[in-house]
């Protein structure tokens, strides 16, 4: 059934759902691109720039007058840190797979909660530590305890490492992204791909003439597809739902990663990555929801007071709103 002819809210929880399956084929493109990490994330900021700006200008929220000189730089500050979590991110799929990558990448909203607590003085209750040491089991479970105690070649603990410091600088972004008040989110990942476009370009991405026609194929996909319908989808679905719901949908993304890696690669998730899996989302829910030995609490809203999973909500302008919504 066409979105259209839905509720909001349910026409919101078909978006949202569907730019997180979509985000968990992100790793086969960048398999079959064939490319080094940095390649690939070059024509990413370059492709989806071209396709937010487009859809920006026909939507009607391509606009930067009510932002000032200190949100801008904040913004470009943002850029520059999402420019490194993707390139760090990539390599990291292309050594240790779609679905580990994924999961070891999904700690990254308990490091919100760190940074926020050690860094802006965040309030971190002794029930989100708690927590936060279930998603660092589930992590340490994903990893392999084997590979910690024993060790593993040089290339399983580089992609480990990759998917870790995307994490640890997306998680930067997040926290971020929350004081660029005036400027809406997906304006906000334009300018990012503005700026990770010159910045990439310094480290000699594969010229465009050595690309084969499938491989501009799979990057496209990736600008297009991952970069600019993704964020169209989940930032436009936003809005309309309750952090219970938002926290639950978010999780198709590991979730649509681990089944396309095993069923496009074969890859199959082993019995500690599962449990790690789990915990992981268990633990996220767990902050999100605001669980606790005394029930969960969350407001009239269903927005959990502290919750470092609530992206940041566009803003609508003052005289007139998106043709979209």
Not at 52 to 65: D, F, H, V
Not at 97 to 113: E, S, Y
Not at 205 to 234: D, E, K, R
Request: aromatic residues 8%; proline residues 5%; glycine residues 12%.
């Amino acid at each position: 059934m066409p979105t259209m002819l839905l509720s909001p809210t349910r026409r919101s929880i078909v978006e949202l759902a569907a730019g997180n399956l979509l985000l968990g084929t992100l790793g086969v493109f960048v398999v079959e691109s064939g490319q080094d990490a940095v390649s690939i994330v070059f024509y990413r900021c370059l492709i989806g720039a071209l396709a937010l700006g487009l859809y920006g200008r026909w939507a009607g929220w391509l606009s930067l007058r009510a932002a000032s000189r200190g949100t801008l730089l904040l913004a470009l500050l943002t850029g520059v840190l999402m420019a490194g979590n993707w390139v760090l991110f990539t390599a990291a799929l292309g050594r240790v797979g779609i679905a580990l990558a994924t999961i070891v990448f999904h700690v990254q909203p308990f490091l919100v909660l760190l940074i926020g607590a050690f860094v802006f003085g965040d309030r971190l209750t002794a029930v989100r530590l708690a927590w936060v040491g279930v998603a660092f089991a589930g992590l340490v479970a994903a990893i392999g305890p084997e590979a910690l105690l024993h060790g593993v070649d040089d290339s399983y603990l580089i992609g480990i490492g990759c998917a870790l410091g995307g994490a640890f600088l997306y998680a930067w972004v997040t926290l971020l992204a929350k004081r660029v008040t005036s400027v809406r989110a997906p304006m906000l990942t334009f300018i990012q791909c503005l700026v990770g476009v010159p910045l990439l370009a310094l480290l000699d991405p594969v010229s465009p003439l050595v690309l084969s026609g499938a491989q501009w194929g799979w990057l496209a996909g990736i600008g297009l597809i991952h970069t600019g319908l993704v964020y169209v989808l989940i930032y436009g679905a936003l809005p309309g739902l309750a952090t219970p719901v938002i926290a639950v949908l978010t999780f198709l993304y590991p979730a649509s990663a681990v089944l396309v890696d095993a069923a496009v690669y074969g890859r199959l998730i082993g019995l500690p990555q599962a449990i790690g899996l789990a915990l992981i989302v268990l633990a996220s829910l767990g902050v999100t929801l605001g669980w606790s030995g005394s029930g969960s609490r969350i407001n009239r809203a269903g927005i959990s007071s502290a919750s470092p999973w609530r992206l940041p909500r566009p803003a609508v302008p003052r005289q007139g709103r998106s043709r979209r919504r």
